[in-house]
């Protein structure tokens, strides 16, 4: 195809997208970047009270608060797009980004569990319970999945609920508008609710486990809603247990952790982004009868790390034999927090938006585990036990946060949204630049460029050199929507800058 030919058929397909309005990829910036945990401060232990974590800067920021919210293993929340708490949850309620109830956001997930809870302001003590996705081309509404425990001596959920939470509503600080609607009854294994971007860069896959099978429930989430889309049997039974899930940053793989007959026992999949299908299962198990709970993958997605109570394994999933690359990286050194009986031993983990990992420690302690550089194989990946030092008690409370950033896959047969073949012609080759998509546009365009580690920032200027748009790009992230707006037709300068690295391109914004 020549040049000419490629550009004529960008141009098509940015009236197409005019007509039909753009998908958002990732228009939302910022919302994994804080992470809400601690207790409710009795005014009695300076070490009570609320914590944030907040990464919008590119480091790590751990300040204090105080609200009217206890976190424990159900931990939920969303900023928006400068990276302030717009809520958060405990899986009994919502709180506001006052720390108060939200308004109607009291009363989640009916159960005799959850009542045993709610007397007090505390949280659910269940892994992965809770996890909130924008809904698609819908601006400030946004739908919390969440479940509980309804069955002894399983410990089993029998039903997924969805709640919907409007941001317009009392004067900003959000509203629930519908609450605790059952998308489907079934016996689910505890939490392990997670999600992960369709091909097409707008809507969701999001997932759950049937208890003792190996039955995987899949949703789709679409601006029309959310559709329970059916079921696969992938992987090993897995009955009553306690662990975690994750996708992969690239959204490639997935992989479930959890112990039972005296194994760690990890299932890794590859997934298909556009049919929202697990293959290739992989059985990974490891002689260690300590409780497995925490698994994530590092940054570029090729290294899988598992957390087993007193050790932290590292495993190697482009290897030709996964279980033969184990590295064990700790194991617990003894260290208590504040004193006996607070161990510091392995829990939940979680890839935080600084490209390292956090470890908790599976009591209330004034430490995080973390994992500064979980790119490198083996022992280069850094592991530093209790590394973090916290103001206040903190009890497991790591988020379940998917990956918000991830973009689409550009030219797949299943990209429901147009961008076509052209695009996957036009990005063909790009690899280590930057490129703009559409080009020529409307004023409407996503820009594509390489993962980095820290914080970035893009300007865009016109002919004259004048700055018309400076916006902040996150961490990880490989893609970012920019929207011109009230700016005239003719040629921009877009330049992304990540300390003295800068990449430009040129787009042309066409006349209406």
Not at 264 to 282: A, E, H, K, Q
Not at 283 to 299: C, I, K, R, Y
Not at 376 to 381: K, S, T
């Amino acid at each position: 195809m020549t040049r000419c030919a490629a550009n004529r058929i960008l141009w098509v397909l940015s009236m197409v997208q005019a007509a039909c309005g753009l998908h958002h990829a990732s228009a939302q910036q910022g919302l994994n970047n804080l992470w809400t945990g601690g207790y409710t401060y009795a005014g009695i232990d300076t070490a009570l009270g609320g914590i944030n974590i907040d990464y919008m800067n590119g480091s790590q920021v751990i300040t204090t608060v105080d609200r009217d919210m206890n976190y424990f293993r159900t931990v939920a929340n969303i900023t928006d797009s400068l990276g302030n708490l717009l809520f958060s949850t405990n899986g009994v309620r919502i709180a506001d980004a006052t720390g108060n109830t939200m308004q109607n956001g009291d009363s989640l997930n009916p159960s005799w569990y959850t009542a045993d809870l709610s007397a007090p302001p505390d949280g659910l003590l269940i892994p992965q319970a809770c996890l909130i996705l924008p809904k698609p081309d819908a601006p400030g509404i946004f739908y919390l999945f969440h479940s509980t425990l309804d069955d002894i001596p399983y410990a089993a959920a029998h039903h997924l609920y969805l709640t919907t939470i409007d941001m317009s509503l009392n004067g900003g600080l959000g509203g629930v508008v519908s609450k605790n609607q059952v998308l489907f009854d079934d016996t689910l294994n505890e939490g392990r609710i997670t999600a992960v971007r369709h091909a097409n860069g707008r809507d969701w896959w999001l997932f759950c486990h049937k208890d003792f099978t190996n039955v995987y429930h899949r949703l789709l989430v679409t601006p029309a809603g959310v559709e329970v889309n059916g079921t696969q049997s992938i992987g090993i039974v897995r009955g009553w247990d306690i662990g975690s899930v994750c996708f992969s940053p690239d959204g490639s793989r997935f992989a479930y952790i959890a112990n039972s007959g005296g194994l760690c026992r990890i299932d890794l999949f590859d997934f298909d982004r556009c049919t929202g299908l697990f293959s290739n299962p992989v059985l990974v198990e490891t002689p260690d009868t300590n409780f497995a709970m925490g698994v994530s993958f590092s940054p570029n997605s090729r290294y899988l790390y598992a957390t087993a109570t007193t050790n932290v394994y590292q495993f190697d999933t482009e290897a030709a034999d996964i279980a033969a690359s184990q590295v064990h990286i700790a194991h617990w050194d003894s260290t208590y927090s504040p004193f006996p009986p607070f161990a510091t031993m392995f829990d939940m983990a979680q890839l935080a938006p600084d490209g390292k990992i956090y470890i908790g420690t599976g009591n209330s302690t004034l430490r995080l585990h973390v994992i500064n550089n979980p790119d490198e194989p083996g022992l280069a990946c850094n592991m530093e036990q209790h590394g973090v030092v916290l103001p206040r008690y903190f009890v497991n409370s790591l988020p379940n946060h998917p990956n918000y950033h991830l973009g689409p896959v550009d030219g797949s047969v299943c990209d429901s949204l147009g961008l076509g073949a052209g695009i996957n012609a036009a990005l063909s080759g790009a690899e280590g630049r930057l490129l703009a998509v559409p080009n020529p546009s409307l004023g409407q365009f996503m820009l594509h460029y390489p993962a980095h580690a820290g914080v970035g920032w893009l300007e865009v200027r016109n002919l004259a050199g004048q700055v018309v748009l400076r916006e902040r790009i996150p961490q990880w992230s490989t893609v970012h929507e920019v929207v011109l707006e009230g700016e005239a037709a003719g040629m921009y300068q877009c330049s992304l800058r990540w300390g003295l690295e800068i990449m430009t391109t040129r787009i042309v914004i066409a006349e209406p």
